[in-house]
């Protein structure tokens, strides 16, 4: 039987694991999720999702005649130039990826990388931001994070760590009394936190709280309404430094055109309303395949 060489990919999240066989043009071949334990405020405890997902896809490679070349693999932390994770805010680990993965799939390339810069590239290549010349990528799911995209290629920064517009401050002009990041503010999670701290139900993300509001919970319309005002306005900001081609915005919360959407999409245009044609607000065309795309061609490139 002849097989066909292709990349194993994953892009690792707070809320899902991703898993997928990518062939050498792009295409998804085969997709899986599992949900990402928890271990209190962190997730995937010792990385043991990130290894069982990729034990099965190796597993499913085998059972379609198809051979792993590498793998590239997403995570939603700092991670450096030689693909170590540098920080610890998001995932529960205490084993480097690289030698959990390449434990699962020995003698196998293991390539790690950031999950936005991930993502990024898989739009650069495939995506929404194919033929523009840069691009400022922004990840709104479980968290928030970015990335500047030059000639195709996300920017890491010095230390990797230039992914970081979560830190950013929220603006006064739309919650004065907030002290927390932006991150804490508008992200997936922070809409679910945000939601619970005013009483009466508890949210764990977004989705929960867009129900809420759509049963006409005043509380949540105005949580999800402060959320994208917040990220819009920050997104005007940000114009006015890199003076981008586009904002191509990814992410399950960045891709739903929902209440946060429209909020975020009115608040940017009044940010931008002294500038002649403001960069376009574009959503990721490969929508939750883009970090698995993007992974892969790290992996293969």
Same mark, same amino acid.
Do not use: N, Q
């Given at each position: 039987?002849?097989?066909?060489?292709?990349?194993?990919?994953?892009?690792?999240?707070?809320?899902?694991?991703?898993?997928?066989?990518?062939?050498?043009?792009?295409?998804?071949?085969?997709?899986?999720?599992?949900?990402?334990?928890?271990?209190?405020r962190l997730r995937d405890p010792g990385l043991a999702g990130t290894a069982a997902a990729a034990r099965a896809l190796l597993a499913e490679a085998g059972r379609r005649g198809l051979t792993v070349g590498a793998l590239g693999a997403g995570f939603p932390e700092y991670v450096a130039a030689d693909g170590l994770l540098t920080s610890r805010e998001v995932l529960a680990w205490d084993i480097q990826p690289q030698r959990v993965l390449r434990a699962e799939l020995p003698g196998i390339p293991v390539v790690v990388g950031s999950d936005v810069r991930c993502g990024a590239l898989g739009e650069a290549r495939y995506g929404a931001g194919r033929g523009l010349d840069n691009f400022l990528y922004v990840s709104l799911g479980t968290g928030l994070s970015s990335t500047v995209v030059l000639g195709g290629t996300p920017v890491p920064g010095r230390r *990797?760590?230039?992914?970081?517009? *979560?830190?950013?401050?929220?603006?006064?002009?739309?919650?004065?009394?907030?002290? *927390?990041?932006?991150?804490?503010?508008?992200?997936?999670?922070?809409?679910?936190?945000?939601?619970?701290?005013?009483?009466?139900v508890t949210t764990p993300g977004a989705r929960e709280v867009t129900e809420l509001a759509?049963? *006409?919970?005043?509380?949540?319309?105005?949580?999800?309404?402060?959320?994208?005002?917040?990220?819009?306005?920050?997104?005007?900001?940000?114009?006015?430094?890199?003076?981008?081609?586009?904002?191509?915005?990814?992410?399950?919360?960045?891709?739903?055109?929902?209440?946060?959407?429209?909020?975020?999409?009115?608040?940017?245009?009044?940010?931008?309303?002294?500038?002649?044609?403001?960069?376009?607000? #574009?959503?990721?065309? #490969?929508?939750?395949?883009?970090?698995?795309?993007g992974a892969a061609h790290l992996a293969s490139a």
């Open positions: 039987m002849s097989t066909t060489e292709v990349t194993a990919a994953l892009d690792v999240g707070g809320t899902k694991i991703a898993a997928g066989l990518v062939a050498a043009d792009g295409t998804v071949l085969h997709r899986a999720e599992r949900p990402t334990a928890v271990d209190g *990797g760590e230039a992914i970081a517009l *979560g830190a950013f401050e929220v603006p006064a002009s739309v919650d004065p009394g907030w002290r *927390g990041s932006l991150e804490e503010y508008c992200s997936g999670r922070g809409i679910g936190d945000r939601r619970s701290a005013l009483g009466g759509e049963r *006409g919970d005043p509380d949540a319309v105005r949580v999800l309404a402060t959320a994208g005002a917040a990220l819009g306005t920050v997104l005007a900001m940000a114009v006015r430094l890199l003076d981008p081609d586009a904002i191509v915005l990814g992410g399950g919360l960045g891709t739903a055109r929902g209440p946060v959407w429209s909020a975020m999409e009115s608040a940017y245009a009044e940010g931008c309303a002294a500038r002649p044609d403001a960069p376009s607000l #574009l959503s990721a065309a #490969l929508g939750p395949a883009a970090g698995l795309i």
